[in-house]
Nanobody, 123 residues
């Protein structure tokens, strides 16, 4: 069983930065960040393969967001720069607890989810 606990959400003005963190317990093959804004479907933001460190980003955040990991602390991060009002959402950390597919477009690939942390961006 894997437990995920997110932190780091908050309120910023447009153009500002935030760093989200997700502390994980247990083995994870890959981890990712998803977000859901009110009235919208949840979407994948970024994911990382834990062993290789390979990353993948949604087009909407490329060049602004960076996903990283601290293996010693079993913690996943999402550095978000140049935040815009459209980035406001509840952000969720997710993980896959065994090998296999790990696509942002396939939420079913992630079998563990955190409770979410709110990000608010004011214009």
């Amino acid at each position: 069983q894997v437990q995920l606990v997110e932190s780091g959400g908050g309120s910023v003005q447009a153009g500002g930065s935030l760093r989200l963190a997700c502390a994980a317990s247990g083995y994870t093959y890959c981890m990712g960040w998803f977000r859901q804004a009110p009235g919208k479907e949840r979407e994948g933001v970024a994911r990382i393969l834990r062993t290789s460190g390979s990353t993948y980003y949604a087009d909407s955040v490329k060049g602004r967001f960076t996903i990283s990991q601290d293996n010693a602390k079993s913690t996943l991060y999402l550095q978000m720069n140049s935040l815009q009002p459209e980035d406001a959402a509840m952000y969720y950390c997710a993980a896959r607890g065994h090998g296999g597919g790990c696509r942002l477009a396939a939420e079913a690939h992630f079998n563990y989810w955190g409770q979410g942390t709110q990000v608010t961006v004011s214009s």
